[in-house]
C-alpha cells in the first residue's frame, strides 16, 4: 500500500491522530495533561492553527483542527518535539514517545465535519472498561471528562484561546442554547446506536469527502495514480458475503469440488484456483469475518496466507481466469447487492 500523503495548504481541514510508541501512555498523570494543553495553545497561536475539537486519551490523541496556513508539519513537529523534550526530563527518560508519524487526514468539513467531532468526542465512553456501563453512566462520563473539548462545547466549561467552537455549534441551531441543547443529542445518540465509522471512507489513507471534493484534491495536488487507484477499486462498498456463498460460486464456475479449495494442489490451473478463492474472499468476507477467520477457514494457521495469496492473484496474466472472476463478481454483486458509497 501507498504511504500516506503528506497534504498541506492553508484553509485545509484536518483529522488527526498520534499514538504512544508501543501503544505505551503518553499522560502520567493530570500534571502531564495541563503541560500537553499548554503546549498545544502555544504551538497553536505560533502557527495560527485553529483547534475546533480534541480528546486526550492516557496513550493517544485526537484533533479536529484548520490551519490558516500551509505549515501542518512545521506546526506538529513543535507541538510533538516540545512535548517530548520536557516529557523525557520530567521522567528521565531518552527515545521516541510517539509511535512514528502523526496520522493527517484531509477532510471536507462541510459533509463530515461534525461527524468527526462526535467520533473524537465519543472516544472517552469507546474504551472497553466503559462500553458494558449503563447509558446514565456513559453520558455523565462524556460531561465529566476533563481532557476533551466536549465539555467546552456545551458550555460546561469555558474554552481555552486555541478551541474555536461556534462554527461547530452553529449548525445545530439559531441560539447558542438551542445549539448545545442539539449538540448533547447528536453526541449521545452515538451512545445509543452503533454508528458507521467515517473513516472507511477515506481514500489513500489521506483525504475523506465527497467525490467532488476527493476529484478536486487529486487535480489540485496532482496526486499520483498510484495513491488512490487501489480504493478506487474497491469504491463499491460491497456488502459482506458469507465464505460458504463465495466458495460455491467458485466452485460451480470452475466446475470443482469444494474439497479441493481448501488444500493445497501441485496443479498450476489448481493453485490459481485457490488463489482465484482467496481473492474473492478477501474482498467480499471481509465484514461478516476477519482475514484471519477466512485464512482459518480456508485450511491456513493465519490470515498471512491471504494476503500473500491475493499478492499471487494479482500476477495471473490468464485471460480466460480473469474473465471467469469478472464473471464471478459480477455474479455475486447481482445476488448479493452492492452499496454505493454517499456522495
Given at each position: 500500500?501507498a504511504?500516506?500523503?503528506?497534504?498541506?495548504?492553508?484553509?485545509?481541514?484536518?483529522?488527526?491522530?498520534?499514538?504512544?510508541?508501543?501503544?505505551?501512555?503518553?499522560?502520567?498523570?493530570?500534571?502531564?495533561?495541563?503541560?500537553f494543553?499548554e503546549?498545544?495553545?502555544e504551538?497553536?497561536?505560533?502557527?495560527?492553527?485553529?483547534?475546533?475539537s480534541?480528546?486526550?486519551?492516557?496513550?493517544?490523541?485526537?484533533?479536529?483542527?484548520?490551519?490558516t496556513?500551509?505549515?501542518?508539519?512545521?506546526?506538529?513537529?513543535?507541538?510533538?518535539?516540545?512535548?517530548?523534550?520536557?516529557?523525557?526530563?520530567?521522567?528521565?527518560?531518552?527515545?521516541?514517545?510517539?509511535?512514528?508519524?502523526?496520522?493527517?487526514?484531509?477532510?471536507?468539513?462541510?459533509?463530515?465535519?461534525?461527524?468527526?467531532?462526535?467520533?473524537?468526542?465519543?472516544?472517552?465512553?469507546r474504551?472497553?472498561?466503559?462500553?458494558?456501563?449503563?447509558?446514565?453512566?456513559?453520558?455523565r462520563?462524556?460531561?465529566?471528562?476533563?481532557?476533551?473539548?466536549?465539555?467546552?462545547?456545551?458550555?460546561?466549561k469555558?474554552?481555552?484561546?486555541?478551541?474555536?467552537?461556534?462554527?461547530?455549534?452553529?449548525?445545530?441551531?439559531?441560539?447558542?442554547?438551542?445549539?448545545i441543547?442539539?449538540?448533547?443529542?447528536?453526541?449521545?445518540?452515538?451512545?445509543?446506536?452503533?454508528?458507521d465509522?467515517?473513516?472507511?471512507?477515506?481514500?489513500?489513507?489521506?483525504?475523506?469527502?465527497?467525490?467532488?471534493?476527493?476529484?478536486?484534491?487529486?487535480?489540485?495536488?496532482?496526486?499520483?495514480?498510484?495513491?488512490?487507484?487501489?480504493?478506487?477499486?474497491?469504491s463499491?462498498?460491497?456488502?459482506?458475503?458469507?465464505?460458504?456463498?463465495?466458495?460455491?460460486?467458485?466452485c460451480l464456475?470452475?466446475?470443482?469440488k469444494?474439497?479441493?479449495?481448501?488444500?493445497?494442489?501441485?496443479?498450476?490451473?489448481?493453485?490459481?484456483?485457490?488463489?482465484?478463492?482467496?481473492?474473492?474472499?478477501?474482498?467480499?468476507?471481509?465484514?461478516?469475518?476477519?482475514l484471519?477467520?477466512?485464512?482459518?477457514?480456508?485450511?491456513?494457521?493465519s490470515?498471512?496466507?491471504?494476503t500473500?495469496?491475493?499478492?499471487?492473484?494479482?500476477?495471473?496474466?490468464?485471460?480466460?481466469?480473469?474473465?471467469?472472476?469478472?464473471?464471478?463478481?459480477?455474479?455475486?454483486?447481482?445476488?448479493?447487492?452492492?452499496?454505493?458509497?454517499?456522495?
Open positions: 500500500m504511504r500516506p500523503l503528506r497534504i498541506e495548504a492553508a484553509g485545509m481541514w484536518y483529522h488527526i491522530m498520534n499514538r504512544g510508541n508501543l501503544r505505551k501512555e503518553i499522560f502520567m498523570c493530570d500534571e502531564d495533561y495541563i503541560n494543553l503546549i498545544l495553545n504551538a497553536a497561536d505560533n502557527y495560527k492553527v485553529e483547534l475546533h480534541y480528546v486526550l486519551m492516557p496513550n493517544h490523541f485526537h484533533f479536529f483542527l484548520k490551519t496556513e500551509a505549515n501542518l508539519s512545521r506546526f506538529m513537529h513543535w507541538l510533538l518535539t516540545t512535548y517530548t523534550n520536557r516529557y523525557n526530563h520530567k521522567y528521565k527518560r531518552i527515545g521516541h514517545l510517539f509511535q512514528g508519524r502523526y496520522k493527517s487526514i484531509v477532510i471536507d468539513s462541510d459533509r463530515y465535519g461534525i461527524e468527526i467531532t462526535r467520533y473524537i468526542h465519543l472516544n472517552p465512553v474504551v472497553k472498561k466503559n462500553q458494558k456501563l449503563t447509558l446514565k453512566e456513559r453520558k462520563i462524556l460531561k465529566n471528562y476533563r481532557w476533551s473539548s466536549y465539555s467546552c462545547m456545551i458550555g460546561i469555558p474554552p481555552p484561546p486555541f478551541l474555536y467552537i461556534h462554527e461547530t455549534l452553529e449548525r445545530f441551531g439559531n441560539n447558542y442554547n438551542e445549539q441543547k442539539n449538540y448533547i443529542i447528536y453526541i449521545e445518540e452515538g451512545l445509543q446506536r452503533e454508528l465509522n467515517p473513516f472507511n471512507e477515506v481514500i489513500a489513507q489521506s483525504v475523506l469527502g465527497s467525490k467532488d471534493f476527493v476529484r478536486n484534491i487529486i487535480k489540485t495536488f496532482n496526486i499520483p495514480t498510484k495513491y488512490y487507484i487501489e480504493r478506487k477499486i474497491n463499491e462498498k460491497i456488502k459482506p458475503i458469507s465464505i460458504e456463498k463465495v466458495i460455491k460460486t467458485v464456475e470452475f466446475n470443482i469444494s474439497d479441493l479449495i481448501f488444500k493445497n494442489g501441485r496443479g498450476m490451473r489448481h493453485a490459481d484456483i485457490r488463489r482465484i478463492a482467496f481473492y474473492l474472499a478477501a474482498k467480499y468476507c471481509v465484514g461478516n469475518i476477519t484471519k477467520e477466512i485464512g482459518i477457514a480456508m485450511g491456513c494457521k490470515g498471512s496466507c491471504i500473500a495469496a491475493v499478492k499471487k492473484f494479482k500476477k495471473i496474466k490468464d485471460k480466460n481466469l480473469l474473465n471467469k472472476v469478472k464473471k464471478i463478481e459480477d455474479y455475486l454483486k447481482e445476488k448479493h447487492g452492492v452499496r454505493h458509497p454517499v456522495s
